[in-house]
């Protein structure tokens, strides 16, 4: 009886169809909504070809995630490949920086509900009204997790249904509507000035675009809760960017086909697409599917984002053990706390400004995995199980140079910013009394793995 409660009390663990629509959740957020405006507004029809590169470089980037993925089967994803590769302080402050990432990615959505709700509620436009808003989702979202953290399932599950469905009904109702005066002009006339212009553009576009595939880097973070990780992380890492490569540009060629210049000047640029091609109904239609989709996309962030520093503190002694508390819900409420904190201090900004932010976490986090990727290959610690890259150092090598052209496209307060977050994160490393109970457990685990192929 005993041995049956025990196995009934094990969590089923996540299937391949699982992971891929936790991936397209994860991957499909408000910037497939809100930031097509911005895309066109610099590159016009061409983005579509700014987008097909970006998705090259992600997917290059992806492809060492999913090469490290098969040799790690714990939760943590960068963090955790970074502290393999290259020590405790590198995981540390990978670590701090995905919680960054996490913050600013809730932060982020949450600008974004309040974006789409000014455009038919003009209420929000007021300051006061726009700032209890912000308040008022960010403690609903800590609330819930307090209490209520068995609803992320179905949270997770109904958005990522409502964006998906969101996305099919814009593409399939608006290619009927399709204009093709509007794919002219296809380069921006500022942009055909000379190189430098040009470049200029395509930079500008780039970052926005590469905010569309982010998310990614989340698929391995909760690796413990998947069923045979090493293997099934990889395929669905090349599953996911595929299918979102494909509807990215189906939705960027069809919001162009229906609005044409007009795009660009778009707050809401989808719904108001429609709107163009089909009337109020469709602009009502998109404006339900995307609070839905975004709704769940901030509840998302809300939920794991706090579970990572928790993890920080409690698996590997990186941060005090009052971080990793838990209440009788099984919920980590320091971190709840804190990630509502920060979150609330960055929504203040404007939500291009967090999108910046978002990609330069990211982008953060890329550099030192891609150089774990190149590490290990070298010294053939950590063996793979079932992937490994093709080409041996091309493909981690091809993603770090492309990787660092991000650089270029960073303002001067988004590098401050980053470059604040990651000295503040070094000075309290310092003053952080280690678990050295830790340390041993997890030198004797890296004893275990480092097995020469």
Known sequence: MTMENNQKSVPKKLSFISIYFLGINAVIGSG??????????????????????????????????????????????AWLYSYN????????????????LGCTTLSAEVVALLTVLKSFLPIFKNSLVYAAGVVVLILLFSI??????????????????????????FIIIGVFFIKKAHFTPIIPKAALKGPLPFLKHFGAAFTPIFYLFTGFSFIPIAAKQMNHPEKNIP????????????????????????????????????????R?????????????????SIFGVAFSASFNTPSLIASLATEHGMLPKWIGKKNKHDAPWVGIIFTAILSLALCTQSYLFLVACTVLASFVQYVPSILAVIKFKHSNEYPTHGFSLPGKYTIPIIALIISCYM??????????LGGAVAVIAAGCYFFIDHDKAADKRHEEFLDSLRKKV
């Not at 979102?244 to 809401?268: E, F, H, P, R």
Request: glycine letters at 10%; one cysteine or more; a positive charge.
């Open 144 to 169: 819930i997790n307090f209490f209520g953290r068995s609803l992320v399932k179905l949270v997770n599950n109904i958005s990522a249904a409502a964006k998906i469905l969101t996305l099919l009904a």
């Open 407 to 416: 650089i270029t496209n960073f303002t001067a307060v988004t590098l401050l």
């Open 32 to 77: 497939t909504f809100l930031l097509p405006s911005t895309i066109y507004h610099y590159m016009n029809l061409s983005a579509i070809g700014v987008l097909l590169c970006t998705a090259v470089t992600v997917s290059m980037i992806a492809l060492c995630y999913a090469d490290l993925s098969s040799r790690f089967k714990g939760s943590g994803a």
């Open 235 to 274: 395929r669905v890492l090349i599953a996911v960017m595929t299918s979102v490569t494909i509807l990215d540009c189906l939705m960027l060629i069809v919001a162009i086909g229906l609005s044409g210049s007009k795009l660009g000047g778009y707050s809401n640029p989808l719904a108001s697409a429609l």
């Open 85 to 100: 590769a290259f020590g405790r302080f590198a995981g540390y402050e990978l670590g701090i920086f995905t919680w960054f």
């Open 276 to 292: 163009t091609g089909v009337g109020e109904w469709g602009f009502a239609l998109m404006i339900v599917g995307m609070l839905i």
